[in-house]
Nanobody, 124 residues
């Protein structure tokens, strides 16, 4: 099993940047697909980005390509989402997620089964 805890959310002006972090606990091996998701008010949860193998595979929603970057820290114990050029439509609760996988088929459409509690991002 794996435990995820998000941090780094907050309020930022349009065009600003935020770097979200997700600490990973009870993590023994590298065979995990990790992802970032978000849910705005009155909207369905949507996938933002996914990563596998320390960056050997990444996947992004079209709405964030060129602005957001997903990455993993040393020993893959920390997941990051660097968000630049933020827009009001980026506002929402952001969640990190994971699922065990021995392949690089890691996309935002995968069935993630481990979730953090979320961190709020407000762009205005």
């Amino acid at each position: 099993q794996v435990q995820l805890v998000e941090s780094g959310g907050g309020s930022v002006q349009v065009g600003g940047s935020l770097n979200l972090s997700c600490t990973v606990s009870k993590y023994a091996y590298s065979y995990y697909c990790f992802g970032w998701f978000r849910q705005g008010p009155g909207k369905e949860r949507e996938g933002v980005a996914a990563i596998y193998g320390g960056g050997s595979f990444t996947d992004y929603a079209d709405s964030v390509k060129g602005r957001f970057t997903i990455s993993q820290g040393s020993a893959k114990k920390t997941l990051y989402l660097q968000m630049n050029s933020l827009k009001p439509e980026d506002t929402g609760m952001y969640y990190c997620a994971a699922h065990y996988s021995i392949s690089s088929r890691c996309t935002i459409s995968n069935n993630f089964d481990r979730w953090g509690q979320g961190t709020q991002v407000t762009v205005s």
